[in-house]
Structures are given as C-alpha cells and as structure tokens.
C-alpha cells in the first residue's frame, strides 16, 4: 500500500452507521488477508479493526490500520511513512503552527508527516498528522497536528527541543 492507496479508501461517517465507507470484503480483495483483527462493540454497533503491514516507503514497523463499524470503514490510519527532510525540525517549527493554519499550509513548511489517521463524523473530517523523525529534541520526541475540514485545531508534543 502506498500513501496514495491509503488515501483512497474511502470512508464512511461515523454517525451514519459508516454508509459510503468501503467493505471490508473490498479491502481484503486489494490488500490480502489483515495481519491482525480484533472485534469490539460499542453502543450496540459492532466494530472491527484491521491491521496490515505491507506499506511502501516505509519503515519495517510500518502498518495502516482500519477501524470498520456496520461492515464499512469509519476511520483509517498509516504509520512508519518514511520522509526525507532538509533538516530536523525544531520546537520553534511547532510552535509556528497556530489554529486556523491549513493542512496544506502545515505541509509546506514542515513536509509530509510520517503517519495520517482520519475519520469522519457528523459530515467532519478530522485528520491527525503524526511527525516523528527527524525531530530535535530527546529520544522518542515527536508531535501531532490536528485538522478539522482543513483547519489546525489542536497540537501536541513530546519532548520537543
């Protein structure tokens, strides 16, 4: 799976039962068997989470996750992306990011996250973009931006220099 195919999974809304999401029978179908699967329930809705590690330009811990409820894909996710970037980036370069910023705006000034997680719910696409290489800052530092229908709404951080 590459970036690309991740993104075009399409998803169902939360709120409506996951209609417009794709099948699980659809990704099975592309991807091949999930190398894991776990069944949960949650309000009365039976829900499902696959796990796949064949990710392209990735690290060897890399996976992309599916969340199903209703048999339809709700929320999607992709980690272990490796990114190429001209430097690290600083707590400075975190700190530049503000509420309001677009994702694209995001993008542009720090290149492409390492991991995407995205669902919607009530019509809103919530996105979260995971950076975690290339990071200034003590062992395991990294931060996460938040995007609701295009728009920073939250960050956090950890460890950070």
Partial sequence: MSLSDFESIQLG???KDGAGGVTKEELVA????????SNSSFQNVQTELLTWNKV???????TFTVQLANKRVVQKAIQGLKVRRERQLTLDDYNAIQAGD????????????NGYSENILNGMVTKELSYTSDIKGQAGANFAVTVQ????TLKSQVNME
């Fill in 13 to 15: 809304d939360v709120a």
């Fill in 149 to 152: 229908n295009g728009q920073v």
């Fill in 102 to 113: 677009t994702e694209s705006d995001v993008v542009s000034r720090l290149g492409k996250p």
């Fill in 30 to 37: 592309k991807w091949g068997k999930p190398i894991s699967r």
């Fill in 56 to 62: 392209a330009n990735a690290d060897f811990t890399a």
